[in-house]
């Protein structure tokens, strides 16, 4: 067998891989959610399946699962993380291909915290600045906000700052000062909020602070009135410093002041000036920046305002003045300088001629602090040298010699008296003083001295002292016989001399004479009297004038000022006796008294009265006058008796008396009718009758009176009554003659007709108005009238009715099927009383009965509830007021049913502007709204298939409303709803979907494109950036032109687009115009374009220079020698202009030293090493062919001063020369500090510095005689000193002597009764001779000689030229005398020779107010000027000071102090100061204001007291101490432990609420004012107890028993009087037994009313009643028991008896019969009582009754009376009287 095997072909069939995935590109997921990935793929061979995630291969694990299938793929994770977010891709590859697919995965979540950490970038002390960096992980959506939260460090409480911020920056305001805060910050995006980020602890306060102190000062180059203070920077606290703030005071001092108001910066050092010489100074310094002012520096080290120290120049003019057989006095004058330093004293020295050694006199400086020493010791006949040094703290001085050699030995001397001051011509000493008289005696030997009194020893009271150089005289205590001429006598062998001098004691005056009294009167007198004999010595300067009542101890003052030599007494007490004296006084005290011989007593003279005044009548009558008349205005010295009356008749010539009244008013009666009469009154007293006071004529005739009406008050204030009711309105009238009445209303009399009637008499008049109605209400006007005037009256009536119908119609507001709410309107009349309710009713239209709808409405709407749907109803409306109820309004049929329907639904929504997250949908309105008004739209949206959602959250009344929230990419319907009053429609149709998407559109159009600049070729345009980029960034932008005269636009930038808002087009034709447009360009194309406004032409734009300067350029420049000049600026101009420098005329080009800068617009020009020829004034030019500019600039270069000009050496003396020179002519560029002056010995080569510091051109320089010196200056300024200038030949030091210079500023000092005393002051230039003296003379007006008015020559510059005589005019000279000659005179003008008399003069050395504090001194000072001295009075409160025992008053001859120790409240006003001569006085006022403690507090109470608090209020105390009170000190204690404890010390108000108080304990409070003095003494309060200010109310009065049954009794009661201050809610009313003791609530409940009926009672039983009152805070005490009632019915008295008849009669007896009464009173009749009378016409109805049946009550219904008389009684009617059985009976 064999096998065939047939041929074939194998063919494989390839397919490449195919891929569909079921996810869209991108996937959104939330954290914690699955989600997978799914797709289809196919190919052949069977593809392999790899899954990456950013490029990585996913892996299985247990949240990541993959699973395929031959034709499906799935990547599927569980619980999805942040991480799961990334570009996922799935590759589907075979060996035909491969296919991939990508799905971008965001796993969306909250985001990360906020990167730390918080940095505050700016810390304040109210607010921080902080910021942050963003989360690393926004959560996959972007961080929408950001929200902060703030915490203060001490709390748990995080309080929000914002939740809206954007940006990672954030403001944290409202924070504390001092307070440490955290702050937290959460990052939030769409989907959460992150967890906080928190920062670290950050106090509020200011980062910057004001500066540090600095360092302590420094103090330098110290003189006597200046000082260099020096410091250290401080540290600037952050900003930098402004200003220093130096401050000084003086050491013993508290109090710091400023230096200079000007800033002081950069400087760190300051020249202080206007130092007092001597005081001790301390500076210190502050530093302020923009913070503030930091805190001062410690003190300086204190120091002395003085000028440095060196050694003193020598002695002046030393030389030998006395000299003995041993000793030599040597005298000298003080160094011309001092160095600075006190003169401790001098050293002297002594060399015997041919000797080499100098022997010191004495060996320590403070051994001779004068300037005369004696040197003792000497050897006689031997021949001295001498020398002085002056020593100070410095050293020694060079020596200064005694020009001649001395001889010692005797030198005689004839004597010579040198008199004090007080042995000038006359010497006034005040009595009781100390008289002294004293001269230098000179002499050798030595002179006797004696003293004499006119020619006679002197008294043993003398005491008498003779010294080596003079004597004294001094008698204590002296008296006016110590007066006298003094002479005092010196002699020895050479010789004697004699001066006298004239001695005036000073005393009181004595008394005055020849007191006479003249003029009394009774209230006065006149005083006179004459000068004393002696006068004291001093002129009177006043009297003092007493008085004495006789009978009394004391003598009173008058006057204590009179300077006249009389005076009025006033103010005497009419009939005493008085005894005066006066006493004279001058500026030494009173003189003694000087009385009246006999009393005075003060009484008037007596006369007749004066006449009496303003006499006139009052009335006028028939037969009589009544007059009228004031009193006289002097009685005449005795009181007045009366008056008496007169009258005259027309025509007549005598005066009738009438008669004498003692009161100024009388009725002359007695007249007749029609005649006219005058009257007259005279006064009388016990002298006569006064002149008279005369009337004009008056005629008699009968008087008028105007009417008058009297009118009940009730009338007045007007009449309500009733409708219906008859009204009276009577009125009394009055008047002569009788007054008509006439009644009026509303402008129309009224008659006695209608229901009017009136009832006029002679005195009244009566208005009756019957069955009034509400058409009388009104004013009623009632006029009386008669000749003498009319009066008219108004009485009002009101009349009150029921209310009218209100006013219609009914209007119907609202209908429904169940309810109406109707409405009307008021009554037009009320009925004159106010509508109080309305009453509505309804009723079916089918049927005829109303139902009340309410009865008790007040307002005029009402809602009518309970109606049945479709039923027709009819409303009524009446008005009631407090008459009654009015007639009714009725409604128009209304059907109850509802008004409106729902709307129909809206028109179909559309959708349009889309975005990503959000839509705008518009609707239409719906085709009816249902009758009531649409009050919006509700709109709903949906994902495709999914629930509708509402959009809005409230209704949206427009047609469109923009829906936020959607998700991008999502696809949405939407619907809307209309709603009314009625509810909501049905759904519009749905909208046609839309998928959330963001638009992009084409950018919009740029913004404002305008050229810049253009040329001839060019064109430079500028714009902004659309304001819309169309959804995509713009990528740039294209540039169009369009020639003028064409319409095609061509593209200037063809190959790419503009990245910047600028462009420059070239290109352009000169001469053409051009129009250009700009478009903006994004991803989806060009935008809009936005074309130029103008045209352009291409041409160069021309314009002229402008050249500005840089700032620091435009003042001077100013630069150092060596330095680089600079000079900067800026130029305009088209074309660019040429720029030329110049300087002094001369063009500036570029050279070694010069360098110009020329780069448009900037140019520049710098001078390199500058030397002082480059400083001057620069000048630029800029030029084009448009114009030309210029500007300068100044250019300062410093450099040091050239050489001083013309040095000479001037004024040489022995000791000095005056060296001068002139200012450099060039100064250096900089202001000359100071000169350098030098000097030196020609045989020296050093230079000694003369003054360093010099400012003058000028300078004195010391030097030693007969030395020879050059001299040489310099200049210095801020750069140093300049060259140095030298004298060519050397000067030598003598003393040239020449004339001395004239007096300076001879004048007049004080002028006397015989004496000029004339001052001068020594010349300036003394003619090179320290040794002046003067000569002084005199001449009288009218001569032609002058006479010398001394011996010998004058030292001193001031004489007293005694011995003038009085009112002679004298003209006085004077003239200086040296070694080298005399001066010229110098002349006073004329002068009369008389006692000066200045008028006093206080001048108060006090500004504004003093201010002392209590327990202080106050010290007052006041400087004084007058001739002759002022007497000084010290008083406050018109009291005088000197009497206080602790005021001390200092007066001298110029100033008067006031020392007032411990100082008091009261101490404090105003005080006066007055000071008197003869020449007048002045009164000058200090003001002291005595600050102390304040005073207790006032009306001090508390109130609005309640169980833990109260409230205390106090006014402020009467006396707050002199300053301010600055708060109170409330204090509270239990009274029960009394320990006070401070409630608060910090109270300002005049109220403090106090708390935390416990219940039920009583307190006491007390509080205190306190100033800056310090606290007042306290004010308690009454004791209170915190306890509730409600109380329970009080007991009411005891309730009444009103109505009484046999089970039941009404109870009526009062309110309390104390409702407790809460409103009384009811009344708990209680009842007993009246012997059972206790008391039974009537009700369970309060009662609301104040009556009760009490029920249920057991007949017969006897009841009390009593009260209790309750409130909200409970139940008060009750009442006192009611009066005890029985529980029975009530008994009334009976009725009449009934069928009064006779029964029988007889002549002396009639039998009556008659029935029981009706009504028995509720009580068996008991009997009856038979009465009658005899029958009269004139009797009344109960008049003249008789009883019959006296001994008892009749029984029976029958009675006989007997004992009758036939002919004058008749039976009248009887009436029976019951009484019943009672225990007190009823009649």
């Given at each position: 067998m064999s096998l065939i095997i047939f041929p074939f072909s194998l063919t494989i069939f390839l397919a490449p891989p195919q891929l569909e995935l079921d996810v869209r590109d991108k996937l959104t997921v939330r954290v914690g959610e699955a989600f997978s990935l799914t797709g289809r793929y196919s190919g052949k061979p069977a593809p392999k399946i790899t899954w990456y995630k950013d490029d990585i291969t996913v892996k299985e694990d247990k949240r990541t699962k993959i699973q395929t299938t031959p034709t499906t793929i799935c990547l599927g994770i569980l619980k999805s993380t942040r991480e799961d977010s990334g570009k996922y891709c799935v590759v589907v590859e075979n060996s035909s291909g491969s296919r991939k697919g990508f799905c971008q995965v965001t796993v969306v979540d909250r985001p990360k915290p906020p990167v730390g950490p918080v940095i505050f970038d700016e810390v304040h002390k109210d607010h921080f600045v902080i910021s942050w960096k963003p989360p690393l992980d926004d959560g996959g959506s972007p961080i929408t906000n950001y929200i902060i939260e703030k915490r203060d460090a001490n709390r748990d409480v995080w309080m929000p700052v914002t939740s809206a911020c954007v940006k990672t920056t954030c403001k944290v305001p409202k924070l504390l000062e001092g307070r440490d805060y955290v702050v937290r910050i959460y990052a939030e995006n769409l989907y959460g909020m992150s967890d906080a980020l928190e920062s670290d602890e950050m106090k509020a306060k200011d980062r910057f602070s004001v500066p540090d102190a600095p360092d302590q000062p420094i103090i330098k180059n110290v003189t006597k009135n200046s000082a260099l203070v020096t410091w250290n920077r401080p540290r600037d606290g952050g900003k930098p410093i402004t200003n220093y703030i130096l401050e000084r005071k003086e050491t013993m001092s508290k109090r710091w002041t400023r230096v200079t108001r000007d800033p002081i910066y950069p400087d760190t050092q300051f020249r202080v000036t206007d130092l007092l010489e001597g005081c001790e100074y301390e500076f210190r310094v502050s530093a302020e920046n923009e913070i503030g002012v930091g805190d001062p520096s410690p003190p300086s080290k204190p120091f002395f305002a003085k000028d440095p120290i060196v050694k003193p120049s020598p002695p002046v003019n030393p030389e030998a003045v006395d000299k003995t057989k041993n000793s030599v006095v040597l005298s000298w004058q003080p160094p011309r300088h001092d160095g600075g330093g006190k003169i401790i004293g001098y050293l002297i020295e002594y060399q015997k001629v041919g000797d080499e050694e100098w022997k010191k006199a004495n060996h320590t400086a403070d051994s001779c602090p004068e300037t005369k020493y004696e040197v003792i010791g000497l050897t006689e006949g031997a021949m001295y040298k001498f020398r002085v040094l002056a020593v100070n703290d410095a050293g020694e001085s060079e020596p200064a010699y005694v020009r001649d050699p001395v001889e010692v030995k005797d030198r005689l001397e004839a004597p010579e008296l040198i008199l004090d001051a007080n042995m000038a011509r006359e010497q006034h000493v005040k009595a009781g003083d100390t008289l002294r008289l004293s001269a230098i005696i000179k002499g050798i030997p030595f002179p006797k001295v004696s003293w004499k009194k006119e020619d006679k020893e002197v008294s043993t009271k003398a005491d008498i002292e003779v010294t080596k150089v003079g004597s004294k005289l001094e008698i204590r205590n002296a008296a006016h016989e110590d007066g006298g001429i003094y002479s005092l006598t010196v002699e020895n062998p050479v010789g004697s001399k004699t001066v006298s001098v004239k001695v005036l004691v000073l005393d009181k005056p004595g008394p005055p004479r020849d007191l006479q009294v003249s003029e009394v009167r009774k209230d006065s007198c006149y005083l006179t009297w004459k000068e004393p004999e002696d006068n004291g010595g001093s002129v009177i300067t006043n009297y003092i004038v007493e008085r004495k009542d006789v009978a009394a101890p004391q003598w009173l003052p008058i006057s204590s000022s009179s300077k006249k030599h009389s005076l009025l007494a006033k103010y005497l007490m009419e009939g005493t006796q008085y005894l005066f004296r006066v006493a004279a006084e001058n500026q030494y005290g009173r003189g003694p008294y000087v009385e009246t011989l006999k009393p005075i007593k003060a009484v008037d003279p007596l006369h007749p009265p004066g006449p009496p005044k303003n006499l006139h009548h009052v009335d006028v009558d028939k037969t009589e006058v009544s007059l009228v008349w004031n009193w006289p205005d002097r009685d005449g010295g005795a009181e007045i008796t009366g008056f008496l009356v007169e009258y005259q008749e027309e025509g007549a010539k005598d005066w009738t008396k009438f008669k004498t009244v003692p009161v100024p008013e009388c009725v002359v009666t007695g007249l007749q009718q029609g005649k006219i009469y005058k009257f007259r009154v005279k006064a009388q007293n016990i002298v006569g009758l006064s002149l008279p006071d005369t009337t004009i004529p008056i005629e008699c005739q009968?008087?008028?009176?105007?009417?008058?009406?009297?009118?009940?008050?009730?009338?007045?204030?007007?009449?309500?009554?009733?409708?219906?009711?008859?009204?009276?309105?009577?009125?009394?009238?009055?008047?002569?003659?009788?007054?008509?009445?006439?009644?009026?209303?509303?402008?129309?009399?009224?008659?006695?007709?209608?229901?009017?009637?009136?009832?006029?008499?002679?005195?009244?008049?009566?208005?009756?108005?019957?069955?009034?109605?509400?058409?009388?209400?009104?004013?009623?006007?009632?006029?009386?009238?008669?000749?003498?005037?009319?009066?008219?009256?108004?009485?009002?009536?009101?009349?009150?009715?029921?209310?009218?119908?209100?006013?219609?119609?009914?209007?119907?507001?609202?209908?429904?099927?169940?309810?109406?709410?109707?409405?009307?309107?008021?009554?037009?009349?009320?009925?004159?009383?106010?509508?109080?309710?309305?009453?509505?009713?309804?009723?079916?239209?089918?049927?005829?009965?109303?139902?009340?709808?309410?009865?008790?409405?007040?307002?005029?709407?009402?809602?009518?509830?309970?109606?049945?749907?479709?039923?027709?109803?009819?409303?009524?409306?009446?008005?009631?007021?407090?008459?009654?109820?009015?007639?009714?309004?009725?409604?128009?049929?209304?059907?109850?049913?509802?008004?409106?329907?729902?709307?129909?639904?809206?028109?179909?929504?559309?959708?349009?502007?889309?975005?990503?997250?959000?839509?705008?949908?518009?609707?239409?309105?719906?085709?009816?709204?249902?009758?009531?008004?649409?009050?919006?739209?509700?709109?709903?949206?949906?994902?495709?298939?999914?629930?509708?959602?509402?959009?809005?959250?409230?209704?949206?009344?427009?047609?469109?409303?923009?829906?936020?929230?959607?998700?991008?990419?999502?696809?949405?319907?939407?619907?809307?709803?209309?709603?009314?009053?009625?509810?909501?429609?049905?759904?519009?149709?749905?909208?046609?979907?839309?998928?959330?998407?963001?638009?992009?559109?084409?950018?919009?159009?740029?913004?404002?494109?305008?050229?810049?600049?253009?040329?001839?070729?060019?064109?430079?345009?500028?714009?902004?950036?659309?304001?819309?980029?169309?959804?995509?960034?713009?990528?740039?932008?294209?540039?169009?032109?369009?020639?003028?005269?064409?319409?095609?636009w061509n593209r200037i930038n063809?190959?790419?687009?503009?990245?910047?808002?600028?462009?420059?087009?070239?290109?352009?034709?000169?001469?053409?115009?051009?129009?250009?447009?700009?478009?903006?360009?994004?991803?989806?194309?060009?935008?809009?374009?936005?074309?130029?406004?103008?045209?352009?032409?291409?041409?160069?734009?021309?314009?002229?220079?402008?050249?500005?300067?840089?700032?620091?350029?435009?003042?001077?420049?100013?630069?150092?020698?060596?330095?680089?000049?600079?000079?900067?600026?800026?130029?305009?101009?088209?074309?660019?202009?040429?720029?030329?420098?110049?300087?002094?005329?001369?063009?500036?080009?570029?050279?070694?030293?010069?360098?110009?800068?020329?780069?448009?617009?900037?140019?520049?020009?710098?001078?390199?090493?500058?030397?002082?020829?480059?400083?001057?004034?620069?000048?630029?030019?800029?030029?084009?062919?448009?114009?030309?500019?210029?500007?300068?600039?100044?250019?300062?270069?410093?450099?040091?001063?050239?050489?001083?000009?013309?040095?000479?050496?001037?004024?040489?003396?022995?000791?000095?020369?005056?060296?001068?020179?002139?200012?450099?002519?060039?100064?250096?560029?900089?202001?000359?500090?100071?000169?350098?002056?030098?000097?030196?010995?020609?045989?020296?080569?050093?230079?000694?510095?003369?003054?360093?510091?010099?400012?003058?051109?000028?300078?004195?320089?010391?030097?030693?005689?007969?030395?020879?010196?050059?001299?040489?200056?310099?200049?210095?300024?801020?750069?140093?000193?300049?060259?140095?200038?030298?004298?060519?030949?050397?000067?030598?030091?003598?003393?040239?002597?020449?004339?001395?210079?004239?007096?300076?500023?001879?004048?007049?000092?004080?002028?006397?009764?015989?004496?000029?005393?004339?001052?001068?002051?020594?010349?300036?230039?003394?003619?090179?001779?320290?040794?002046?003296?003067?000569?002084?003379?005199?001449?009288?007006?009218?001569?032609?000689?002058?006479?010398?008015?001394?011996?010998?020559?004058?030292?001193?510059?001031?004489?007293?030229?005694?011995?003038?005589?009085?009112?002679?005019?004298?003209?006085?000279?004077?003239?200086?005398?040296?070694?080298?000659?005399?001066?010229?005179?110098?002349?006073?003008?004329?002068?009369?020779?008389?006692?000066?008399?200045?008028?006093?003069?206080?001048?108060?050395?006090?500004?504004?107010?003093?201010?002392?504090?209590?327990?202080?001194?106050?010290?007052?000072?006041?400087?004084?000027?007058?001739?002759?001295?002022?007497?000084?009075?010290?008083?406050?409160?018109?009291?005088?000071?000197?009497?206080?025992?602790?005021?001390?008053?200092?007066?001298?001859?110029?100033?008067?102090?006031?020392?007032?120790?411990?100082?008091?409240?009261?101490?404090?006003?105003?005080?006066?100061?007055?000071?008197?001569?003869?020449?007048?006085?002045?009164?000058?006022?200090?003001?002291?204001?005595?600050?102390?403690?304040?005073?207790?507090?006032?009306?001090?109470?508390?109130?609005?007291?309640?169980?833990?608090?109260?409230?205390?209020?106090?006014?402020?105390?009467?006396?707050?101490?002199?300053?301010?009170?600055?708060?109170?000190?409330?204090?509270?204690?239990?009274?029960?432990?009394?320990?006070?404890?401070?409630?608060?010390?910090?109270?300002?108000?005049?109220?403090?609420?106090?708390?935390?108080?416990?219940?039920?304990?009583?307190?006491?409070?007390?509080?205190?004012?306190?100033?800056?003095?310090?606290?007042?003494?306290?004010?308690?309060?009454?004791?209170?107890?915190?306890?509730?200010?409600?109380?329970?109310?009080?007991?009411?009065?005891?309730?009444?028993?009103?109505?009484?049954?046999?089970?039941?009794?009404?109870?009526?009661?009062?309110?309390?009087?104390?409702?407790?201050?809460?409103?009384?809610?009811?009344?708990?009313?209680?009842?007993?037994?009246?012997?059972?003791?206790?008391?039974?609530?009537?009700?369970?409940?309060?009662?609301?009313?104040?009556?009760?009926?009490?029920?249920?009672?057991?007949?017969?039983?006897?009841?009390?009643?009593?009260?209790?009152?309750?409130?909200?805070?409970?139940?008060?005490e009750p009442s006192l028991p009611s009066r005890p009632a029985i529980a029975k019915d009530p008994i009334e008295p009976p009725g009449p008896p009934t069928n009064l008849k006779v029964v029988d009669s007889t002549k002396t007896s009639i039998t009556l019969g008659w029935g029981k009464p009706v009504y028995d009173g509720g009580a068996p009749i008991i009997g009856y009582v038979v009465e009658m009378r005899p029958k009269t016409e004139k009797a009344g109805p109960d008049e003249g009754w008789k009883r019959c049946n006296v001994a008892a009550q009749v029984i029976h219904t029958e009675f006989t009376v007997s004992s009758l008389d036939e002919k004058s009684c008749t039976s009248s009617v009887f009436q029976p009287k019951i009484k019943l059985a009672l225990v007190d009976q009823l009649n």
């Open positions: 009968e008087k008028l009176v105007p009417p008058s009406v009297e009118l009940d008050v009730k009338l007045i204030e007007g009449l309500v009554v009733k409708a219906g009711t008859t009204v009276r309105f009577p009125a009394i009238m009055r008047g002569v003659p009788v007054p008509t009445a006439k009644w009026v209303t509303d402008n129309i009399e009224i008659k006695s007709e209608g229901n009017y009637k009136i009832d006029t008499d002679n005195y009244s008049t009566v208005l009756t108005i019957k069955s009034c109605t509400r058409q009388d209400t009104g004013e009623y006007l009632l006029t009386v009238s008669n000749t003498a005037g009319s009066r008219t009256v108004p009485v009002h009536l009101t009349v009150l009715d029921v209310p009218g119908p209100p006013t219609g119609p009914i209007d119907i507001l609202e209908v429904t099927p169940d309810h109406m709410v109707i409405s009307w309107r008021p009554p037009k009349d009320d009925g004159g009383s106010p509508v109080i309710n309305y009453i509505v009713e309804k009723r079916e239209s089918n049927r005829e009965t109303w139902g009340v709808v309410s009865s008790g409405i007040n307002q005029t709407r009402i809602k009518i509830p309970r109606l049945q749907k479709g039923h027709e109803y009819i409303f009524r409306v009446c008005a009631e007021n407090k008459i009654g109820i009015g007639p009714p309004l009725d409604s128009q049929p209304a059907v109850a049913k509802a008004m409106f329907d729902p709307p129909s639904p809206p028109g179909k929504p559309t959708v349009h502007d889309i975005l990503e997250n959000a839509a705008t949908i518009s609707w239409s309105i719906p085709k009816s709204d249902g009758g009531s008004p649409i009050i919006g739209y509700i709109l709903e949206r949906r994902e495709i298939s999914g629930k509708w959602i509402r959009v809005n959250k409230s209704p949206v009344l427009d047609l469109k409303f923009r829906a936020t929230g959607l998700f991008e990419g999502s696809t949405y319907e939407f619907r809307v709803f209309a709603e009314n009053s009625v509810g909501i429609s049905k759904p519009s149709p749905v909208s046609d979907p839309i998928k959330a998407m963001r638009p992009i559109t084409p950018p919009g159009p740029p913004i404002n494109p305008k050229l810049k600049d253009k040329t001839r070729e060019t064109a430079e345009l500028v714009w902004t950036k659309p304001l819309k980029d169309g959804g995509s960034p713009i990528l740039g932008y294209v540039v169009e032109c369009q020639k003028s005269g064409t319409t095609q063809k190959d790419e687009l503009i990245r910047q808002c600028a462009y420059t087009v070239p290109g352009l034709i000169e001469g053409n115009e051009y129009r250009f447009r700009i478009k903006a360009a994004n991803i989806v194309g060009e935008g809009e374009p936005r074309e130029l406004p103008e045209t352009v032409l291409a041409k160069d734009i021309l314009s002229p220079p402008e050249l500005e300067l840089d700032l620091v350029c435009r003042d001077v420049i100013t630069v150092r020698v060596g330095q680089t000049i600079k000079i900067t600026g800026k130029v305009k101009g088209r074309p660019y202009p040429d720029i030329t420098w110049s300087k002094d005329g001369r063009t500036l080009a570029k050279d070694q030293r010069v360098d110009i800068t020329q780069e448009y617009p900037h140019i520049e020009l710098q001078v390199k090493k500058a030397v002082r020829a480059d400083h001057g004034k620069y000048l630029i030019s800029a030029k084009n062919s448009s114009g030309h500019a210029q500007a300068s600039a100044i250019v300062n270069v410093l450099d040091r001063p050239g050489p001083c000009r013309n040095l000479k050496v001037s004024y040489v003396t022995k000791e000095s020369c005056v060296v001068s020179w002139d200012n450099p002519e060039d100064n250096g560029g900089s202001e000359i500090t100071n000169y350098i002056v030098e000097c030196r010995h020609p045989n020296q080569r050093g230079w000694s510095i003369v003054s360093a510091d010099l400012t003058k051109r000028l300078v004195k320089a010391h030097l030693i005689e007969n030395q020879e010196y050059f001299f040489r200056v310099c200049a210095e300024n801020k750069v140093g000193p300049g060259p140095i200038v030298e004298t060519k030949t050397p000067i030598l030091a003598i003393n040239p002597i020449d004339r001395p210079g004239e007096p300076e500023n001879l004048h007049i000092a004080e002028t006397g009764k015989t004496f000029v005393y004339l001052k001068w002051r020594r010349p300036d230039y003394d003619g090179g001779s320290p040794n002046l003296t003067y000569h002084v003379e005199r001449k009288l007006k009218d001569s032609d000689e002058w006479e010398r008015v001394h011996k010998g020559s004058i030292k001193e510059t001031h004489y007293m030229v005694d011995r003038c005589v009085e009112n002679k005019i004298y003209q006085f000279r004077v003239q200086t005398k040296n070694e080298g000659g005399e001066s010229d005179w110098v002349k006073t003008s004329e002068v009369v020779v008389k006692e000066e008399v200045l008028k006093p003069v206080l001048d108060l050395k006090l500004s504004g107010v003093l201010i002392v504090k209590a327990g202080e001194p106050i010290r007052i000072e006041a400087g004084l000027r007058g001739k002759p001295q002022p007497e000084v009075s010290w008083a406050k409160d018109n009291a005088d000071l000197s009497k206080s025992p602790r005021v001390k008053i200092e007066t001298t001859s110029d100033t008067s102090k006031l020392l007032l120790t411990k100082a008091r409240r009261t101490d404090g006003g105003k005080y006066v100061i007055t000071a008197t001569n003869p020449a007048g006085s002045f009164v000058a006022y200090a003001t002291v204001n005595v600050l102390d403690k304040p005073g207790p507090v006032r009306n001090l109470k508390v109130y609005d007291i309640s169980i833990d608090r109260c409230t205390v209020s106090w006014d402020p105390p009467e006396d707050d101490g002199g300053c301010e009170i600055q708060n109170y000190i409330v204090e509270k204690c239990e009274s029960k432990r009394m320990v006070w404890t401070t409630y608060s010390s910090s109270v300002i108000m005049n109220s403090v609420h106090v708390t935390r108080l416990i219940e039920g304990n009583e307190y006491i409070f007390r509080i205190r004012a306190e100033n800056k003095i310090g606290t007042g003494p306290p004010t308690e309060t009454k004791p209170i107890i915190a306890k509730t200010k409600y109380e329970r109310p009080g007991p009411p009065d005891p309730p009444e028993v009103t109505r009484v049954s046999k089970e039941e009794m009404t109870v009526v009661w009062n309110p309390p009087e104390y409702d407790g201050g809460k409103s009384i809610t009811g009344y708990i009313l209680e009842r007993k037994e009246k012997r059972s003791l206790k008391w039974v609530p009537v009700t369970k409940t309060a009662i609301p009313e104040r009556r009760k009926k009490v029920q249920n009672l057991i007949p017969g039983y006897e009841y009390q009643f009593r009260v209790r009152a309750e409130n909200e805070i409970g139940i008060g």
